[in-house]
């Protein structure tokens, strides 16, 4: 008599080949393991999944959220941590781009910020850094 197989079927990749797993321990903070044990069923693959997703820009690094995460030509922000998760480069002079509206010169002296897009903040669909709009 042979026995029938035990566990869960392993997971596999696009081209069926077994993907390898392994065990890690991670030290997080307190609200975020209560907002795990209230919403999450399997922590492997939500932790697989958010991780993506951190790395795509699709979820805040600092507040964990999605539902403030805005996507507009300068980049990606979270607008209630006022925080940029990705840059992008100005589409003309491809140069990535600067939310600092100066940049400092010395002790004193501040100059115009040539990769700053003035319009970061507004779903407008001028595109370009101050250099390239001729700012």
């Known amino acids: ?8 079927p392993p997971q596999t990749d696009a ?15 307190v609200t ?5 044990d209230k919403h999450v069923k399997n922590r492997s693959e939500f ?5 993506t997703k951190l790395y795509m820009g699709l979820i805040c690094s600092k507040c964990y959220d999605d539902e ?5 030509p300068v980049g990606i922000e979270c607008t209630k941590c006022n925080i940029w998760l990705q840059l992008n480069d100005c589409p003309n002079c491809n140069t990535r ?4 509206k100066t940049l400092s010169q010395g ?7 040539p990769h700053y897009n003035p319009f970061e903040n507004d779903d ?5 850094c101050r250099k390239c709009m001729g700012d």
């Open 97 to 100: 781009y600067d939310t600092r």
């Open 68 to 72: 403030y995460i805005r996507d507009v």
């Open 32 to 36: 975020l393991k209560n907002f795990l």
């Open 15 to 29: 081209d069926g080949n077994r993907i390898d797993k392994t065990l890690i321990n991670l030290t997080i903070p």
């Open 1 to 8: 008599m042979t026995k029938g197989k035990v566990g869960r």
């Open 107 to 113: 002790l004193a002296l501040e100059l115009p910020n």
């Open 47 to 51: 932790f697989t999944e958010q991780v």
């Open 124 to 128: 407008d669909l001028k595109q370009g």
